[in-house]
Nanobody
Framework: QVQLVESGGGLVQAGGSLRLSCAAS????????MGWFRQAPGKEREFVAG????????SYADSVRGRFTISRDSAKNTVYLQMNSLKPEDTAVYYC?????????????WGQGTQVTVSS
């Protein structure tokens, strides 16, 4: 089993920045890829960004590319999501996920989520 714990969410004004963290514990050797998803009220959960174990492979949703940056500290088993130039439409619960490949909505492991609210 792998446990994922997110932190760093909060309330920020449009144009501001936040950094989310996701700490993994347990059988982390079984999850080469980690990623971030988000779910806004009344909407389906959607992919935001993903990263491989060493950080060589990254992937972003078109809606966040150029504003968000995913990174990973393998020694700490922690993945980060730096979010800049935030928009009200970025408001959602952000979830960390881990899997053997780039995570999808069917990823094997999930965190409990952290709320991000961007005010206009």
């Amino acid at each position: 089993q792998v446990q994922l714990v997110e932190s760093g969410g909060g309330l920020v004004q449009a144009g501001g920045s936040l950094r989310l963290s996701c700490a993994a514990s347990g059988r982390t050797y079984s999850t080469s890829f980690m990623g971030w998803f988000r779910q806004a009220p009344g909407k389906e959960r959607e992919f935001v960004a993903g990263i491989s174990r060493g950080g060589a492979i990254t992937s972003y949703a078109d809606s966040v590319r150029g504003r968000f940056t995913i990174s990973r500290d393998s020694a700490k088993n922690t993945v980060y999501l730096q979010m800049n130039s935030l928009k009200p439409e970025d408001t959602a619960v952000y979830y960390c996920a881990a899997d053997k490949t780039i995570p999808t909505i069917h990823a094997e492991y999930w965190g409990q989520g952290t709320q991000v609210t961007v005010s206009s």
